[in-house]
């Protein structure tokens, strides 16, 4: 593999990195040092793309390829065609721009840095999309962007309108992502694959699937809501409350051209269909007219530049949906074409309000004379956006109007294009008179926030000078200038259907040249009729008044938040822990049976033949344990608590029975660190009373015979699963695989933990994530529990003693052992390195006998709860620093870039390898890559389960505090 494909690896990190070092200077009130870190990061990328052209220009994408699960298909795979790299072009060129364009524009009181690495991590997410090979990931970095893009759009978080255009734009572009998931998921179904080049190549298999028509729907639902079609246009206008440097590279280049992207990515495989045309070309057409027809009506710059956005991107989705090859180059140039102008028009409109204090137009006039470098640069990307002759825009129009008057269908969306097309163009023009006229010319500017505008700093104007002069020389010399770039995309879509084309600026007279002569005439004359009514215009245009989008979306979350989730919670939902666990175990018990019952599952007979009375007797005794359990939890809970305890012993037991010693180890840690930490959290209960009240009420009593009835269910069918697993005919080569190949393959003898670690190490990877966050999740709720009035103060032995040492001052409670806990204490203190040692050795010798990761983090994690037990949370922390966070981040990172390692070599992600390396004094030994896997489950375990004892331990030094505030207070008093 030669070192080209790597480009793509190197372009993908090299944003988010920049993202992590911008977010490191969080602390920095200077602009220049995030601003330099982001602009070299995005130089650097566009020099990166720039350098794969000669590649993909020869015909065939770069691809990268590393396997991740690939037994389900799931491969990290990257691939730039022509089509992603005029993409990559237009993420890192204008993103560059962008980045120059916000040192000047963003202040130094806002927090620079933090801008600069959302903006950053959006570029890397955007990039995911384009270049993603695989469509499982391409639905991943699609929802990065919508997390990114809420980030951005909230940067000023102070105002409402940020937090509202944010939640809006999550909202709607989050739930299309949900979709696009659902839609590659049933395309991968269909192909047999997740690989996006086999995707392409099976259109016809997809289309002549019974599942076509979902997948269809599902996709366009993704793409339609990004690209702020209709009938969800409405989030777009209100992310103008973004800052412009966001809009600019947002909302004209990326995130809304992302939904376009899909359109034309998926072109080969989903387009050419009765459904296509009428969904796409429905929602394109609207879009195109009722974007256009809003803007003439705006009166906030911003809000007229994102209207004209929607119009423009419904221009592109009506192209891809006529399903001619034609229609499809046509929609890939005004990507390029309408990325250009609308991104110096986003930032000439940012530097009016910059320099101005506003973006209400009715407030603006006459500003040429006071910016005229600025004023020509708007003027001339207003115009491109109008359509005018020599300009970039014109040429895409053209090739809009032509395929407009083509018949693709015989339908009435076909007949009626070109009359909307011509009548859109038309209200473009009127936009864009409307925007030159009013803001640079007229009377000079009254009343404005900064009274004497001026030219901003050159640097601040230069990205709109160099995309300007863009536009100009793509409108003159299209041929020479983006021909070979454009052909380059369009036949990486189309391929051998690629049509034959002309960017020539002159086709002669034709009925496409009339309709762009009539659309300009008519546009500045319906302007100029106009003028005086859109200038005192204030309740949006007419005829839609009162249809709001944002409107309607806030009334459906009310109805959502406020009557259905209301109703659910009044029928569901319950401040009380039992209601809310008897959902969770029916939830459980449904989802459990319900599979069994579709696949028909069948159990042999029970058999009790050759039952070891000794083994049932212990059986018995621990279902005693467990009915006692249930019988005194609520009232003894201490004994209840002792009576489980004694039941988990029974299956440590009966693991030691049956021949799995590595189970019995890891339960017998588990029940000693699950019996310590709820005996710790006892004590911030409700006192309960130890006796039952005889005057039990009906409506108790069918609750409890419920709760037990479903109790009784539950574990019958678990008890019924069990058993059909273990009497199930399963084949010898599954267990005789693992026995053969679990030292050949994996290194080590003791087959259970090479299973864990190797052969189903992306199953621990789950599994010690799952744990990582249960940790977080319980410390959080700890940090925000308050114990009950009536729950157990000090221990009476505790309180003696603390009176004690306050009787003797020179004996300081954290520098001796309590005299309570005197001989306990000692001896667990002495414990801990032993505890520590053992805790090693299990680590060590895990691959080859019973222990491993998980044990022996365990096993440390007892260590440190007996010093907590010994000396008290203040004594323990004053001489043991834990930082459990921090084992946790080690522990997750570790195991991940070792999983990830095993890429560099050409393997899946988590494979393991293994050799004999010679140690001095020692001799060979066996050495896995597995271990360094071992190694973060053990930081892991010992992180998560810390945590949790910090947050217990914190509970008394809480309380005592509040308790020592409180009692101060009544003796003042």
Request: hydrophobic share 55%; net charge neutral; charged share 15%.
């Amino acid at each position: 593999m030669t070192l080209e494909p790597y480009f793509l690896l190197v372009l993908l990190l090299l944003p988010f990195v920049g993202s992590l070092a911008s977010a490191f200077l969080l602390n920095t009130s200077s602009r220049v040092l995030p601003s330099w870190i982001a602009g070299a990061t995005a130089l650097l990328s566009l020099l990166i793309v720039v350098a794969a052209y000669p590649a993909v220009s020869a015909g065939d994408a770069l691809r990268f390829h590393v396997e991740w699960i690939p037994q389900l298909g799931l491969d990290f795979k990257l691939r730039m065609d022509g089509f992603a790299w005029m993409f990559a072009v237009l993420i890192t060129g204008i993103g560059f721009l962008v980045v120059v364009y916000a040192r000047y524009y963003i202040s130094e009181e806002d927090p620079v840095p933090r801008f600069f690495s959302f903006l950053l991590a959006f570029m890397g997410a955007m990039l995911g999309i384009v270049i993603s090979g695989n469509v499982i990931l391409l639905s991943v970095f699609w929802e990065l962007t919508s997390i990114f893009s809420f980030l951005l759009i909230s940067y000023w978080h102070n105002t409402a309108a940020a937090r509202d255009g944010a939640r809006m734009a999550l909202t709607i572009t989050g739930i299309g992502g949900f979709c696009l998931l659902i839609g590659v998921l049933l395309i991968g179904n269909i192909v047999g694959s997740y690989d996006l080049d086999k995707i392409l190549a099976s259109g016809d298999v997809i289309r002549g699937h019974a599942l076509y028509t979902p997948a269809l729907v599902f996709v366009l639902l993704g793409a339609l809501t990004k690209s702020a079609q209709f009938p969800f246009h409405f989030w777009l206008p209100n992310a103008m409350a973004a800052p412009t440097p966001v809009s600019a590279f947002l909302h004209s280049a990326t995130m809304v051209k992302a939904g376009v992207f899909l359109l034309a990515r998926f072109w080969p495989a989903l387009a050419g269909t009765y459904e296509w045309f009428w969904i796409v070309g429905a929602c394109g057409i609207i879009t195109l007219l009722l974007g256009a027809y809003f803007a003439m009506f705006q009166q906030d710059l911003k809000g007229l530049l994102a209207y004209s956005t929607i119009s423009h991107l419904g221009l592109i989705t009506t192209l891809l949906s006529l399903g001619s090859p034609l229609a499809t180059v046509a929609a890939i140039f005004h990507m390029l074409n309408h990325a250009t102008f609308k991104a110096s028009l986003f930032m000439a409109a940012g530097i009016i309000d910059h320099e101005t204090g506003t973006r209400d137009m009715r407030r603006l006039s006459g500003l040429f004379r006071y910016m005229p470098i600025t004023a020509t640069l708007a003027m001339v990307a207003s115009a491109a956006m109008a359509g005018v002759p020599l300009l970039n825009g014109f040429l895409s129009k053209e090739m809009f109007f032509a395929e407009a008057v083509e018949t693709h269908a015989d339908s009435i969306l076909d007949r009626i294009l070109p009359y909307v097309a011509t009548l859109a163009g038309a209200f473009s023009v009127a936009y864009s008179l409307r925007f030159i006229h009013m803001v640079f010319f007229g009377p000079p500017p009254t009343k404005l926030p900064k009274e004497t505008p001026h030219e901003p700093p050159h640097w601040m104007r230069f990205p709109i000078e160099l995309l300007v002069v863009i536009c100009l020389i793509v409108g003159i010399a299209p041929a020479m200038s983006v021909g070979p770039f454009l052909h380059t995309a369009v036949s990486s879509v189309l391929g051998a259907q690629t049509p034959e084309y002309s960017l020539a600026v002159w086709h002669g007279f034709n009925v496409p040249l009339m309709m762009s002569i009539t659309a300009l005439l008519g546009g500045a004359a319906l302007y100029w009729v106009l003028r005086d009514y859109l200038q005192r215009c204030d309740d949006g245009p007419p005829i839609f008044r009162r249809l709001r989008g944002q409107r309607i979306f806030e009334r459906i979350l009310v109805e959502v938040s406020w009557r259905w989730a209301r109703m659910a919670e009044k029928r569901i939902g319950t401040r009380n822990l039992q209601p809310q666990m008897r959902w969770v175990v029916a939830t459980g018990f449904f989802a459990g049976l319900l599979p069994l019952y579709l696949s028909g599952f069948e159990t042999r007979p029970f058999a009790f033949t050759g039952v070891d009375t000794a083994f049932a007797a212990l059986w018995a005794l621990g279902v005693c344990l467990a009915l006692g359990t249930a019988w005194l939890a609520k009232y003894h809970r201490l004994a209840a608590l002792v009576m489980l305890g004694g039941v988990g012993l029974i299956v440590c037991t009966t693991f030691v029975w049956l021949s799995a010693p590595d189970l019995a180890i890891t339960q017998l840690l588990v029940e000693i660190v699950t019996t310590v930490l709820i005996l710790l959290g006892l004590r911030w209960l409700p006192k309960r009373s130890e006796g039952i009240d005889d005057t039990i009420t009906l409506r108790a009593r069918f609750r409890r015979f419920r709760d037990l009835a479903l109790a009784v269910a539950c574990g019958i069918g678990m008890t019924f699963i069990s058993y059909a697993v273990m009497t199930m005919p399963v084949p010898d080569a599954i267990a005789n695989y693992f026995l053969d190949n679990a030292y050949s393959e994996g290194g080590g003898r003791n087959v259970v933990n090479v299973i864990l670690v190797d052969f189903r190490g992306f199953d621990t990877l789950g599994e010690i994530t799952v744990l990582g966050v249960v940790a977080l999740t319980v410390y959080a709720l700890l940090r925000r529990f308050r114990p009950a009035d009536d729950s157990m103060g000090m221990p009476e032995q505790q309180q003696i003693q603390n009176r004690f040492d306050e009787e003797r001052p020179e004996r300081s409670a954290g520098d001796t052992v309590r005299d309570y806990l005197l001989v306990p204490s000692v001896i667990m203190q002495w414990l801990f390195p032993i505890i520590v040692t053992f805790a090693v050795y299990i680590f060590l010798r895990g691959h080859d006998l019973p222990g491993g990761g998980f044990s022996a983090g365990l096993t440390l994690s007892i260590a440190f709860l007996l010093q907590y037990l010994a000396g008290g949370t203040r004594w323990a922390e004053d001489r043991i620093r834990i930082l459990p966070l921090r084992w946790m981040g080690a522990g997750m990172l570790t195991a991940t870039v070792t999983g990830i390692g095993a890429w560099f070599f050409g393997y899946p992600f988590l494979t393991s390898h293994f050799q004999y390396v010679e140690l001095p004094l020692i001799g060979k030994m066996p050495a896995a890559s597995a271990l360094l896997f071992d190694l973060g489950v053990f930081s892991l375990v010992v992180g998560s389960t810390v945590l949790i004892l910090v947050a217990l331990a914190h509970q008394s030094i809480r309380i005592n505090r509040l308790r020592t505030i409180e009692s101060d207070k009544a003796k003042e008093a």
